[in-house]
Nanobody, 130 residues
Framework: EVQLVESGGGSVQAGGSLQLSCVLS?????????MGWYRQAPGNVCELVTR???????YYVDSVKGRFTLSQDNAKRTLYLQMNSLKPEDTAVYYC???????????????????????WGQGTLVTVSS
């Protein structure tokens, strides 16, 4: 079974840092996927935070540029999201996602996480207090 397993969420004060990890367990039918992170806060849409495509191109939503860094360890099949200078508005459940490569850009917003893309993790809560 192919799974995405996330870790690293938690509570931090504003200005602090957290690192999220996502391990791809198993092998997809379509080879190495594009991978990224969405987040969803209560009452909000599921928002695309960052994503790395098969060609190495990385997208960041404007609100996290300069604060969040996406990286990938292909040998460990792990995706990392380093989050610095965290703000209360970053509070959300963060979901790792994966999809077939070369299918174009991912939706900037979804009505709910867990839809539209091939694989989703279980989510990890990030809470930033002021």
């Amino acid at each position: 079974e192919v799974q995405l397993v996330e870790s690293g969420g938690g509570s931090v004060q504003a200005g602090g840092s957290l690192q999220l990890s996502c391990v791809l367990s198993g092998f997809t039918s379509f080879g190495d996927p594009d991978m990224g992170w969405y987040r969803q806060a209560p009452g909000n849409v599921c928002e695309l935070v960052t994503r790395i495509a098969a060609d190495g191109d990385i997208y960041y939503v404007d609100s996290v540029k300069g604060r969040f860094t996406l990286s990938q360890d292909n040998a460990k099949r792990t995706l990392y999201l380093q989050m610095n200078s965290l703000k209360p508005e970053d509070t959300a459940v963060y979901y790792c996602a994966a999809d077939q490569p070369f299918r174009g850009s991912w939706p900037a917003g979804l009505s709910g996480c867990g839809t539209s893309l091939e694989l989703w993790g279980q989510g990890t809560l990030v809470t930033v207090s002021s």
